[in-house]
Structure formats: structure tokens, C-alpha cells
């Protein structure tokens, strides 16, 4: 056993090895907020801070504090500043090349906020004027060959916030579909009155009712030619007023069962406005799905 462990060559690796994983425990938080914020700055082209980094080996992921990026636009602005991110990785798939977020969340997002010091990236120093034409003869070289334009870099994507107008032109509001269920309900109500206010017995029929019932009683009782004819009479204006009274009483029911309709079509319409106001809100919260609909808003799907 002894013979295949060459322990002159094995404590300096471990030495080496607990030196690289000491130095990595140390110093891995400041890296990490060096990259994130030297990269954060090339691609927003003004300043990305953050207060602190924390990478956490079991479990494995990482949680920024204080992140702030300046708007270039306007330098003693901040754009975006967030409290606190939080990621859970799976180490696994890492390992394996493939960057999974099991967990994220966002914490007290806010955009539009002051600064101290100026957001603005210090200026690079100008080359001279021959170095100038020969990076620039190089670069519009190479953009040619690879068929891109002649505008490099990342631009910053436009950062103003929405107004509420525009917030809410992009969701579909409970309250106007309710809305428009009742008009709807409500117009075609009002049709359906329309052709019973036809079929119901008007001021010239009941004045119809009364010529005809004075008619009757002028009968002379000792005519029995008379008395046939009114008794007829009597009959037929019976059956047309049984007749009458029958629509009056569907109209009745009718304008009842509309009236409950339209009824229960409005009590919605009331809840409606603080169930579009709840749903909006869970949707651009400060969570991680809330923080995917407020940056698709800013910068586009």
C-alpha cells in the first residue's frame, strides 16, 4: 500500500489543493462582485454596484445585496435598484455545463431613484489619430466580412416606466368583459320589451272594451233577439280580455326574469374592479414572476 502513495508528491497537492479551496472560501464572494459589476457596466454603459456578494456552497447559490444600475442616460440617476436577489442553483446540472435557477427572489425593486455620485463610466483615453484610423479601418474590416453593420456594442434598452394607460392597455380587464356582457344583455332586454309594449292591450283598446260593454248594457232584456246578440257579445269580449290579461301576465314574468338577469350580471360588474386591481398587482409584485413582467414591459418580450 505504502508503495503506491508517493507521499512526497502527495502532501504538496494537498497543500496546493487546500490553499486553492481556502483562497476560493475567501475571495470568491469579492470575484464574483467584481464580475458582476465590471460586466454589468460594459453591457448597461454606465455604472452597476453592488454592496455585497454572497456565493453559497451547500446549497449551492448566491445572494446579492444592494444592486444598482445607473441610467446612462442620466447619470445621478439610478435606473433599476434592487434590495436583495436571491438564486438556488442546482449544483448537478452545473456541474455539467447547464446553469439551472431552482429558486429566485426580488426584493423591494425601484426604479427612478437618486444617487450620490454620478452613474457616468470614466472616459477612455483617446488614442492617437494613426492608431485611431487603424482600429477603425480594422474594425469596419472585420464588421464587413462578417456581414454586420456598422454599429457596434450593446445598446441600453429604454428604461422609462409605463404609465398606468399602458400598463393596463396590455391585460385583459375582467371589468370591461362584464361590462360588455350586461350592454349586450341590457340591449337585448330592451328589444324584448320593445315587442311586448306591441302585443299589450293600449288606451284604444280599453276604450274598445268600453263601447263594447255599453253596448251590452243597452240591451233591451225583453228582446230576445237582443238578448242572443248580447250574450254573444259578452262572450267574445270575455274571451278577448282573458286574452289580454294572459299577455299582460307573460310580459309580467318576462320583465320579471329579465329584470333578474340583468341582476346577476351586475353584482359581477362590482366585484369586477378589485379583482382586476388584485390580479394586476400579483402580477407586476416584486417576486420572480412579478420582476419577468415588469422588465417585458421596459425592455420587450
Known sequence: MNKWIRWKGLIPFVIIVAALAAF???????????????????????????????????????VLSGLKVANPNAPMTNAVEIQRIA??????????????????????VRFDTPRKTSGALPAKAMPSPEKTKQGTDKVEGETKRAGVGKKL?????????????????????????????LQTSVSQTQQNWDKLEQSLPDDDKVRDYQRR??????????????????????????????????????????????????????????KAPAQDKEHTANKYAPTSQGIGNQSEILIGP
Open 87 to 108: 438564486l438556488g442553483l442546482d449544483g448537478g446540472q452545473l456541474l455539467m455545463g447547464k446553469v439551472i435557477i431552482d429558486e429566485m427572489s426580488v426584493d423591494q
Open 153 to 181: 456594442g450593446i445598446d441600453m434598452p429604454n428604461l422609462e416606466l409605463p404609465n398606468v394607460d399602458t400598463v393596463l392597455s396590455r391585460e385583459t380587464l375582467r371589468t370591461q368583459e362584464v361590462a360588455n356582457e
Open 24 to 62: 476560493f472560501l475567501l475571495f470568491i464572494d469579492t470575484l464574483t462582485k467584481s464580475v458582476i459589476e465590471s460586466s454589468g457596466s460594459d453591457m448597461a454603459g454606465a455604472k452597476v454596484e453592488v454592496d455585497s456578494v454572497d456565493v453559497r456552497i451547500a446549497p449551492l447559490g448566491m
Open 213 to 270: 260593454i255599453d253596448r251590452i248594457k243597452k240591451t233591451d232584456t225583453g228582446n230576445i233577439k237582443q238578448l242572443l246578440t248580447a250574450i254573444q257579445d259578452l262572450k267574445s269580449l270575455q274571451t278577448d280580455i282573458q286574452q289580454d290579461l294572459a299577455t299582460i301576465d307573460r310580459a309580467r314574468k318576462q320583465v320579471k326574469q329579465d329584470l333578474a338577469q340583468v341582476d346577476k350580471q351586475y353584482n359581477p360588474l362590482l
